[in-house]
């Protein structure tokens, strides 16, 4: 075995030069805003552009892009070249944007692969981006019976190799979504929604639903890449293909950045696509750092080695002092706690979760927990038309109906001593992962909170990928602290609470939940979606089985060179939705 | 000693074989997997976990993917990452450099503080001057990599300006020298507590040295104390460290974990760090391989150099 090794080291280093003289390019989804100055401009594509830094503004060109006060407030291009290191927790994953899902290396193709449509940071609402307009019943977009949506093609946009987009594109990616064979979590999303995309002809794509999904335009949009590259290869060669590594001949798309290389493992260098259809965009690279956490990308800050990370909530007031520009932002992830409902353990018994609902005081464990959040009695993300803090029951703290339930529930105290049923204490197991500093305080907190109700808690921690078999597959817990990610559409609730849905990890099940929770997917009146999934928050906040603590709030610290950056959190991937109107001035 | 060379060799590979299989079962055993349902990410639930892990051969038993994995590593084949979907040699291999550059600087580093301070203390034994030695290298192998680097982060990186936070090099156009500059924190972290400990060693070992006959001869010849030193005690004294220093090979890897995380550099430790917490278990066996292999290696060494540097000592 020392011989293969050593022919295989020889071989490797061979391959090192190789990979080293190698290089490839990338470009991300990058949303060029509008710059009018009144910030009213609509979706006409009227408008004027700021003549602030006297360089044309990106957004004459892409009419129908977002607009509003983060938009209007975008400037000028005031430099051209430069380029942005962004600091990036997570190691360097696939750049296949059909296999995201899984981990959030989907940062990194966001610049590079433009969907039809996305969600404005703004409002909410969508616009559209490879489309010419989002599809509605209004415009003829979105068939009677709501199973056809027909979106047209922007004109024009051209991939970053400078062959044109055409709705081929749109259906040939579709078609390898559904394949199981294509290594890519969205299949049974997929499969479970879309009968058919065709391309009707080369600037309109159809797409035919097998029933009315109303979350659909929210929820199975995604990054677009060229046909001509994808079909080089079988679906099930795809994950390892060039394409997928990065290849600067094949990793591109139709967004502000390319692929050019990765260097030494950990930084993938990205270069500006001149082709971009709102404009060559203002930045030469745009190069992603992978860096192990928030001192880190602090230090790398400050010593202005990077110009733009995610930082703790707690190093906010150090970047500050620092002269950095931070932002903070509530997102649409959530600290939630899931019970178990399984009747072998104490958090089985209804009255039990409500008594320990009622027995926490959010806004200390919030505090306890050092990190910012939005406290919410809902489950659906706050950036949405259908959040709402009105939920019946709301869970306050109140000690005495706590214990009520308890006693109801037949835990009663002996004494001084801790509460009992049948001779045994109440005892509750409360995981969480131990990589977490935010979620390992409010472990802290509810094991002090719930012991002054008489319960024994015992706070475990281990690494974040045996907490997800512990509470996917083992069941042996008796309360999680996790975090989950919504989309702002309210079907975001199926994915969580119906009878077998994906993340329902506790195996809940309501019945009439499940019957609201279709019938809202079914409806299209916003009003009236509103107050069925309000119904549904109801009885789901009743049975207590995955409450929202809070939606989290992010931190982002950029360098004060950097102009343009709005970072918002309404979706996983839209922080960097206008790149490319990004510069950094000299 | 060809033979001997070739029997350690030999021997190797039932050692690696035993680690490769409990490296295989361990990492098995720890929950998790690189594909489950991630409540914190876009898009796949359980059902789709399910399926990619078939795709990956997961679902297959242990010691049937022990073996799959073995066969393709008797081919050179050392599998394909589960995240990147690159080769695990090309994972290796390109970030190899880095932490051989490390290693390489670190050695020198804690060469050049550990054989004049132990030389000096063992000329100085039991004055003040060996005290302080000594005292410092008891603190010097106390000192956790960890917080030393982010301490020497804080002081000359982000307060003196002196030398870069972290990273490899900048990003575009840099030169032997911005590597360089790079590589000074680092590698001072990882020497300390090797120079530390070597500081000892040299220092017990002149010790031993210094009081023998050729030596007294030597200054009794009239020659200068430098040369004394360094032509008669010190030579004597190199032996033990020579193979010291093939021991503490792995030493520079393990050193390399820790601190190309907290500087933020690419290299295998910071590759085998980022494997394991993924649960990418064909570039976690890559790693395991490799620096198995180094230790084998520098066991070898050890025994070996020794013979080289002095014909008296015999091996096999």
């Known amino acids: 075995m020392e011989s293969t090794m050593a022919n295989t080291r020889t071989r490797g280093r061979g391959r090192w030069f190789r990979a080293s003289t190698l290089l490839g390019l990338i470009a991300a989804l990058g949303v060029t805003a509008c710059g009018s100055n009144d910030g009213s401009a609509g979706n006409g594509g009227s408008t004027t552009a700021a003549t602030g830094g006297g360089a044309p503004v990106l957004t004459a060109k892409c009419p129908g892009f977002p607009s509003g006060p983060p938009a209007a407030s975008l400037e000028a291009i005031g430099n051209r070249g430069g380029d942005l290191v962004e600091g990036h927790p997570t190691p360097l994953e696939t750049l296949n944007p059909l296999a995201g899902g899984f981990e959030p290396w989907v940062y990194s193709t966001e610049v590079i692969f433009d969907k039809l449509i996305d969600v404005n940071p703004n409002n909410g609402l969508l616009y559209p981006v490879l489309a010419t307009q989002v599809p509605t019943p209004e415009n003829g977009g979105v068939s009677k019976d709501g199973l056809t949506y027909t979106f047209k093609l922007r004109p024009g946009v051209k991939w970053a190799d400078g062959t044109p987009f055409t709705a081929e594109d749109v259906a040939y990616e579709y078609g390898l979504l559904a394949n199981p064979k294509t290594a890519s979590p969205f299949t049974s999303q997929v499969n479970d929604r879309i009968a058919s995309v065709t391309a009707k002809d080369p600037q309109t794509v159809v797409f035919q639903l097998k029933r009315v999904v109303t979350s659909f335009l929210y929820q199975n949009m995604y990054g677009i890449a060229p046909k001509e590259i994808l079909s080089k290869y079988s679906p099930s060669k795809l994950a390892s293909s060039p394409f997928a590594k990065g290849d600067p001949a094949e990793t591109f798309g139709t967004g502000p950045f390319r692929f050019e290389k990765i260097q030494g493992g950990n930084t993938l260098i990205l270069k500006k696509n001149p082709n971009y259809f709102c404009g060559e965009p203002a930045l030469d690279h745009y190069v992603y750092q992978a860096t192990s956490d928030s001192t880190a990308n602090l230090q790398l800050l400050q010593s202005g080695q990077i110009n733009l990370a995610l930082i703790a909530t707690t190093d906010e007031g150090a970047a500050k002092s620092a002269g950095l520009k931070t932002f903070s932002y509530s997102t649409v992830f959530s600290t939630n706690l899931l019970f178990n409902l399984d009747a072998s353990h104490v958090t089985g018994d209804q009255k039990v979760r409500q008594a320990l609902m009622y027995g926490m005081d959010r806004k200390e464990v919030l505090a306890g927990a050092g990190g910012d959040g939005e406290l919410t009695n809902g489950l659906i993300s706050i950036k949405s038309f259908a959040h709402t803090e009105d939920i019946n029951p709301t869970y306050t703290l109140d000690l005495d109906k706590a214990q009520q339930l308890l006693a109801e529930a037949g835990w009663k105290r002996s004494g001084n001593g801790p509460l009992e049923k049948d001779g045994q204490p109440l005892r509750i197991a409360l995981w969480t992962n131990s990589d977490n500093p935010t979620r390992k305080r409010v472990a802290a907190v509810l094991q002090q909170q719930w012991a002054r109700l008489g319960a024994q808690v015992s706070v475990n921690l281990e690494d974040f990928a045996s907490l997800g078999q512990r509470y996917q597959s083992s069941g042996n817990y008796d309360v999680v602290v996790l975090g989950l990610y919504h989309s702002i559409d309210p079907d975001d609730m199926s994915q969580f609470y119906a009878t077998k849905a994906g993340q329902n990890f506790n195996h809940y099940s309501n019945p009439r939940v499940d019957a609201l929770l279709r019938e809202g997917v079914g409806t299209g009146d916003s009003a009236k979606r509103k107050a069925i999934y309000t119904q549904a928050q109801d009885l789901v906040a009743a049975d207590v089985t995955m409450p929202t603590l809070w939606f989290n709030v992010n931190v982002r610290a950029i360098s004060p060179r950097l102009h343009n950056v709005i970072p918002n959190g309404i979706a996983l991937d839209v922080n960097r939705w206008n790149a490319g109107s990004w510069w950094i001035s000299k | ?316």
């Open chain 2, 1 to 316: 000693m060809r033979r001997y060379v070739i029997s350690r060799v030999l021997w190797a590979i039932p050692l690696m074989l035993g680690v490769t299989a409990l490296v295989f079962v361990l990492i098995n055993v720890i929950p998790g997997s690189p594909v489950q349902a991630n409540p914190e990410a876009a898009g796949g639930g359980v059902a789709d976990a399910q399926r990619l892990r078939e795709l990956l051969g997961l679902d297959q038993p242990i010691w049937t993917r022990y073996f799959i994995w073995l066969g393709s590593l008797v081919h050179g084949d050392f599998g394909t990452s589960f995240r990147t979907h690159q080769s695990v040699t090309h994972e290796i291999v390109t970030r190899l450099p880095n932490t051989l550059a490390l290693a390489l600087a670190s050695f020198v580093v804690a060469a050049l503080i550990a054989i004049p301070m132990g030389a000096y203390a063992a000329m100085r034994f039991n004055r003040p001057e060996d005290r302080v030695v000594t005292f410092g290298s008891i603190i010097g192998v106390s000192l956790p990599t960890f917080w030393v680097g982010l301490v020497f982060i804080l002081l000359f990186a982000t307060k003196l300006h002196w030398f870069p936070a972290g990273g490899d090099a900048p990003i575009f156009g840099a030169t032997l020298s911005d590597r360089a500059r790079f590589l000074v924190l680092p590698a001072v972290t990882i020497a300390i507590p090797l120079a530390a400990e070597w500081t000892r060693y040299v220092r017990s070992r002149m010790l031993e040295v210094l009081p023998s006959d050729y030596v007294r001869s030597a200054r009794a010849k009239g020659l200068n104390e430098r040369t004394v030193l360094l032509k008669h005690a010190f030579r004597n004294a190199r032996l033990p460290l020579i193979q010291l220093f093939g021991l503490s090979l792995p030493n520079f890897f393990a050193g390399a974990l820790m601190v190309e995380t907290v500087f933020n550099r690419s290299g295998i430790g910071r590759l085998t760090y980022d494997a394991a917490v993924g649960r990418d278990y064909p570039v976690v066996m890559g790693c395991v391989v490799f620096v198995g292999c180094l230790v084998v290696l520098g066991n070898l060494l050890a025994d070996v150099l020794p013979a080289a540097s002095a014909p008296r000592v015999r091996v096999g």
